[in-house]
């Protein structure tokens, strides 16, 4: 079956850095459309970034200079590097993937300290 495990998230002070990894398995991850999304406490999920299976990104416009997606085709993993990171970026983080029905993750926390 599906299934999308997330990493890689902790607590970090204002300005630093983490990188996010969702490893993927039951489909051929490939061929899909890898997305990171967030969700802070109160607010709705929200999504951060996108990625085609030929590599193109999209990005939310609050995340646009300071995120980058990728992914490592060999290893059915998609990752999300975070820098400059700031208090609002609080948020426990998702990956999903449009696998005939959306498939998500069990997310990881990334705690911002100011």
């Known amino acids: 079956q599906v299934q999308l495990v997330e990493s890689g998230g902790g607590l970090v002070q204002a300005g630093g850095s983490l990188r996010l990894s969702c490893a993927a398995s039951g489909f051929t991850f490939s061929s899909y459309t890898m997305r990171w999304l967030r969700q802070a406490p109160g607010k709705q999920r929200e999504l951060v970034a996108a990625?085609?299976?030929?590599?193109?990104?999209n990005y939310a416009d609050f995340v646009k200079g300071r995120f980058t997606i990728s992914r490592d085709n060999a290893k059915n993993t998609v990752y999300l590097q975070m820098n400059s990171l700031k208090p609002e970026d609080t948020a426990v983080y998702y990956c999903?993937?449009?696998?005939?029905?959306?498939?998500w993750g069990r997310g990881t926390q990334v705690t911002v300290s100011s």
């Open positions: 990625i085609t299976s030929g590599h193109i990104t």
């Open positions: 999903n993937v449009l696998y005939y029905e959306l498939r």
